[in-house]
C-alpha cells in the first residue's frame, strides 16, 4: 500500500508563489503516474497538472505558463511549483499517484490566494 504526504501550502497574495511537495511511501517497484487534482468551494474537483513515468506532462489550460509539475523518482515524489498565483487558485490541492490499477491520494493542502 501507498502513502501520500502532501506539503507546502498556504497563504499568498496574488501574483506569489507556491511550491506543493508530495512524497509517497511504501514499496513501489512499477511504473507510476503522478498528478494535481484542486477542488474549490462550490465547484468540481478539477485535474490541474500530470506527469508520466516517463516525464511526460500535461497541464489544465487555466495554469500553462504559471504552473510546473516536476518529479523526484529517487524519493517517490512529485512537486507543484506554482507562479503568478490568482485569486481563483484558491483551492485544496491533492496529489495523486496512479500505481497497480489503484488510485492513491493525498491528504490534501490549503491553497489560499488573497490579498
Known amino acids: 500500500q501507498v502513502q501520500l504526504v502532501e506539503s507546502g501550502g498556504g497563504l499568498v497574495q496574488p501574483g506569489g508563489s507556491l511550491r506543493l511537495s508530495c512524497a509517497a511511501s511504501?514499496?513501489?517497484?512499477?511504473?507510476?503516474?503522478m498528478g494535481w487534482y484542486r477542488q474549490a468551494p462550490g465547484k468540481q474537483r478539477e485535474s490541474v497538472a500530470a506527469?508520466?513515468?516517463?516525464?511526460?506532462?500535461n497541464y489544465a489550460d487555466s495554469v500553462k505558463g504559471r504552473f510546473t509539475i516536476s518529479r523526484d523518482n529517487a524519493r517517490n515524489a512529485v512537486y507543484l511549483q506554482m507562479n503568478s498565483l490568482k485569486p481563483e487558485d484558491t483551492a485544496v490541492y491533492y496529489c495523486?499517484?496512479?500505481?497497480?490499477?489503484?488510485?492513491?491520494w493525498g491528504q490534501g493542502t490549503q491553497v489560499t490566494v488573497s490579498s
Open positions: 506527469i508520466t513515468s516517463g516525464g511526460s506532462t
Open positions: 495523486l499517484m496512479v500505481y497497480g490499477g489503484v488510485n492513491y
Open positions: 511504501g514499496s513501489i517497484a512499477r511504473i507510476y503516474n
